[in-house]
């Protein structure tokens, strides 16, 4: 046995947000991302054998679930709870339900119409 690693490999397995398998959302909801697997700050193909060495560093990274129903039609007051709430970042708002907030966290309705008319 080679000095310096683990007696035996590990079989890491891991999804890229392109994957033949996303996490599939339902009725006009957005695919989760935000998956995948890295060793040493390096992608992980999916399925590989490899051998762990002390100090090596995996990081699974879980996405959320496949979204459900068209986040353009969420009512923007509950897209401002849920950040509220920490379940959305500010520019997750802006990004996935095209809600534009002000620094107080309420609705920037003028900003908001704008996003979801584009």
Do not use: C, W
Not at 25 to 34: A, F, K, M, T, V
């Amino acid at each position: 046995m080679a000095a310096g690693y683990l007696a035996s490999s590990v079989r890491l397995s891991g999804r890229s947000e392109d994957s033949d398998f996303p996490v599939l959302g339902r009725l006009g909801g957005r695919n989760g991302r935000g998956y995948g697997l890295k060793v040493n700050g390096k992608d992980v193909d999916h399925g590989i054998y490899r051998r762990l060495y002390p100090g090596d560093k995996v990081r699974f990274q879980v996405s959320g679930g496949g979204g459900y129903g068209d986040p353009l039609e969420r009512d923007p007051e509950r897209v401002t709870r849920d950040v509220a709430e920490g379940y959305v970042s500010v520019e997750g708002a802006r990004r996935d339900y095209a809600v534009a907030l002000n620094p107080d966290l309420s609705v920037n309705a003028a900003e908001t119409k704008k996003l979801r008319k584009a």
